[in-house]
Each structure stands twice: as structure tokens, then as C-alpha cells.
């Protein structure tokens, strides 16, 4: 089993940049990969992001690239999602994600809204 816990949402202004936090906790070192995912009212849950544990590869969305970065902290057992430039398409509920032994795993999800 692998708990995760999102932090880091909130209200900002388009062209502003939030950070998001997702703490694993359990099962760590079963993980194959972790991610955010992102789910607008109406749309499809969408990834926007995925880093491998094994090497710290990552993978971003053509919608993103070059605004966003994911990173981790071993350490910390944390994966982050650094937000920058962001536009009003961006606004969602953003979900972190871990894939474990064929097993998928979602945190709670935290808001972001883009807003003036």
C-alpha cells in the first residue's frame, strides 16, 4: 500500500507559479513511477507529468513544457510539480499519482485556480 498526501494548491493569478508537494508514504520502495494528473470540471483526468524512480527520468505534457517541472526529494519521499507562467487553461483539480506492483495509487487532489 502507498499513501499520498497533495499540498501546495491555491488561487493565482495567470502568469503567477505555485508549487505543489505530494508526500508518499508505506510502500515506497515498491514504486515504479510517480505523477500529477490534472482534471478540469467536464474534461477527462489528463497527466501532466511523470518522474521513474528508478532514474529520475521524467515526462511532461506538450501542454506544459517548458512551464512545468517535476521534480523529487528522496529524502523527503516528495514529488513536486513547480508551476510557472501559468494560464486559465491550467486551472484544475491536480492529482498526484504512484504506480506500484501493477497497482495504481491517487492522492486526495488540491485545487489550483488561475485567477485575476
Known amino acids: 500500500q502507498v499513501q499520498l498526501v497533495e499540498s501546495g494548491g491555491g488561487l493565482v493569478q495567470p502568469g503567477g507559479s505555485l508549487r505543489l508537494s505530494c508526500a508518499a508514504s508505506?510502500?515506497?520502495?515498491?514504486?515504479?513511477?510517480m505523477g500529477w494528473y490534472r482534471q478540469a470540471p467536464g474534461k477527462q483526468r489528463e497527466s501532466v507529468a511523470v518522474?521513474?524512480?528508478?532514474?529520475?527520468?521524467?515526462t511532461l505534457a506538450d501542454s506544459v513544457k517548458g512551464r512545468f517541472t517535476i521534480s523529487r526529494d528522496i529524502a523527503k519521499n516528495t514529488v513536486y510539480l513547480e508551476m510557472n507562467s501559468l494560464k486559465p487553461e491550467d486551472e484544475a483539480v491536480y492529482y498526484c499519482?504512484?504506480?506500484?506492483?501493477?497497482?495504481?495509487?491517487w492522492g486526495q487532489g488540491t485545487q489550483v485556480t488561475i485567477s485575476s
Open positions: 518522474i521513474i524512480a528508478s532514474d529520475g527520468s521524467t
Open positions: 508505506g510502500s515506497i520502495f515498491s514504486i515504479y513511477a
Open positions: 499519482n504512484a504506480v506500484s506492483r501493477g497497482n495504481l495509487y
